[in-house]
């Protein structure tokens, strides 16, 4: 990374947890510059937009979809930067 504070991405359906996360990282690290995503489209805006170093991805997004909600995301990201952890 570079001398800029990083971004950090959270991608969590479930909101109340989503602030926790959040908040959490915020103190524990309060250089890093968090966000947070609900869905899987306002993820990828994101992701496009801040091209994180760190996604932290909630990978049951629809809970009637399982896994495979979350699982899908992460080529997707790795296409908008390859540096980018998930």
């Keep these: 990374m570079d001398s800029k504070n990083p971004n ?7 909101k109340a ?7 959490g990282a915020r103190l524990r690290s309060p250089d890093l510059n ?5 869905t899987d ?3 990828l ?3 496009k937009k801040l091209l994180p170093e760190v996604i932290v991805l909630d990978l049951t997004l629809d809970p009637a979809r399982g896994p495979e909600s979350g699982l899908r995301l992460i080529p997707k990201f790795f296409e ?3 540096s980018t952890r998930v």
Excluded at 17 to 23: P, S
Excluded at 34 to 38: E, L, N, P, Q, R
């Design 8 to 14: 950090i991405l959270f991608v969590e359906d479930d």
């Design 45 to 47: 805006l994101m992701a």
């Design 80 to 82: 908008i930067s390859e």
């Design 41 to 43: 489209a306002e993820a």
């Design 17 to 23: 947890l989503l602030t926790r996360l959040m908040k």
């Design 34 to 38: 968090c966000h947070g995503a609900a």
